[in-house]
C-alpha cells in the first residue's frame, strides 16, 4: 500500500510562486508514475502535472505548461510542485496522486491512479 501527504498550499497572490510537496510512504516501489492533480469549485478533477519514473518524462496541459513544474526530489519518495506566474483560476484544492504498473506510459487520465493524497488548498487572489 502507498501513502501520500501533500504540503505547501496556501495564499499567494496573482503572479506569485508556491512550492507543494508530495511525500509517499509505503510499497513506493510498486509504482511508475506520480501526479498532481487539481479541483476548482464547480469543476471536474483535471491533471496538472505528472512525471514517469522510467526515464523521468513528464507531462502538463497546456493551461500550465511553462508556469507548472514537477520533480522527484528523494528517489519515489518525495515529489514536487513548483507553481510559477500563479492566476487566480489555478485556485483549487491540489492533489498528489500515484500510479501503479510498470513501462513508459505516462498515465493522465483520473481513472488511471491508484493512491490519493487528501489534498492541499490552493488560493491565488486577484
Known amino acids: 500500500q502507498v501513502q501520500l501527504v501533500e504540503s505547501g498550499g496556501g495564499l499567494v497572490q496573482a503572479g506569485g510562486s508556491l512550492r507543494l510537496s508530495c511525500a509517499a510512504s509505503g510499497r513506493t516501489f510498486s509504482t511508475n508514475a506520480m501526479g498532481w492533480f487539481r479541483q476548482a469549485p464547480g469543476k471536474e478533477r483535471e491533471v496538472v502535472a505528472v512525471?514517469?519514473?522510467?526515464?523521468?518524462?513528464?507531462y502538463y496541459p497546456d493551461s500550465v505548461k511553462g508556469r507548472f513544474t514537477i520533480s522527484r526530489v528523494n528517489a519515489k519518495n518525495t515529489v514536487s510542485l513548483q507553481m510559477n506566474s500563479l492566476k487566480p483560476e489555478d485556485t483549487a484544492v491540489y492533489y498528489c496522486?500515484?500510479?501503479?504498473?510498470?513501462?513508459?506510459?505516462?498515465?493522465?487520465?483520473?481513472?488511471?491512479?491508484?493512491?490519493w493524497g487528501q489534498g492541499t488548498q490552493v488560493t491565488v487572489a486577484s
Open positions: 512525471i514517469n519514473w522510467s526515464g523521468v518524462s513528464t
Open positions: 496522486a500515484a500510479a501503479r504498473g510498470s513501462g513508459a506510459i505516462i498515465p493522465t487520465a483520473l481513472r488511471d491512479y491508484n493512491f
